[in-house]
Antibody, heavy 122, light 107 residues
Framework: EVQLLESGGGLVQPGEALRLSCVVSGLTFSRYAMSWVRQAPGKGLEWVSAIDGGGGVTTYYADSVKGRFSISRDNSKNALYLQMNSLSAEDTAIYFC??????????????WGQGTLVTVSS | SVLTQSPGTLSLSPGETATLSCRASQSIRSNYLAWYQQKPGQAPRLLIYAASIRATGIPDRVSGTGSGTDFTLTISRLEPEDFAMYFCQQYGGSRNTFGQGTKLEIK
């Protein structure tokens, strides 16, 4: 059974930074592209960032986070990360990590974690 | 490209058929359109990808159709566990956006 477990969320002040983690089990993690998708309270889904798998290191970002967020992965630890800098209230959301069906980022997200809540407030 | 889902809320009874619409402002390349189900407090679940291919474990009473700019998710013989939010998503290349969702509620 594929499992994705996010951690690292919490309450931070505007302008601060936070690092999210997602540990994946039940599959060969390195083979697959991975994404972060967020959902503001009571709102819809917004894709945030993705990183290729299969040995690739290409990263992708939504315009809303480009230059502030950085995605990375450690295949030896089956872990995905999202470094979030210069946070603002608009970044308040549940952050989900999700697995792509492909090794290269495509967007067919067939497994998801339960999410971790990030709240940005003074 | 913007995805617009309709209706915003759909009220039906168990056993009925739900028809959910997703319309794109620009034609979606190669029908790269997915549907997800999300229940309160849970993560989204992939139902359909490439407009019409059911994801693993999705029953055949769930089907997706459409091409270009108009796509439909149909759920036949509604069961209590089907009542949830549904999101469509376009993907592939630089496009990766979701619709605003349709809430399927029990009438």
């Amino acid at each position: 059974e594929v499992q994705l477990l996010e951690s690292g969320g919490g309450l931070v002040q505007p302008g601060e930074a936070l690092r999210l983690s997602c540990v994946v089990s039940g599959l060969t993690f390195s083979r697959y592209a991975m994404s972060w998708v967020r959902q503001a309270p009571g709102k819809g889904l917004e894709w945030v960032s993705a990183i290729d798998g299969g040995g690739g290191v290409t990263t992708y970002y939504a315009d809303s986070v480009k230059g502030r967020f950085s995605i990375s992965r450690d295949n030896s630890k089956n872990a995905l990360y999202l470094q979030m800098n210069s946070l603002s209230a608009e970044d308040t959301a549940i952050y989900f990590c999700a697995k792509d069906r492909s090794s290269l980022w495509f967007g067919e997200l067939d497994s998801w974690g339960q999410g971790t809540l990030v709240t940005v407030s003074s | 490209s913007v995805l617009t889902q309709s209706p915003g809320t759909l009220s039906l009874s168990p056993g009925e058929t739900a028809t959910l619409s997703c319309r794109a402002s620009q034609s979606i390349r190669s029908n790269y359109l997915a549907w997800y189900q999300q229940k309160p407090g849970q993560a989204p679940r992939l139902l359909i990808y490439a407009a019409s291919i059911r994801a693993t474990g999705i029953p055949d009473r769930v089907s997706g159709t459409g091409s270009g700019t108009d796509f439909t998710l149909t759920i036949s013989r509604l069961e209590p566990e089907d009542f949830a939010m549904y999101f469509c998503q376009q993907y592939g290349g630089s496009r990766n956006t979701f619709g605003q969702g349709t809430k399927l509620e029990i009438k």
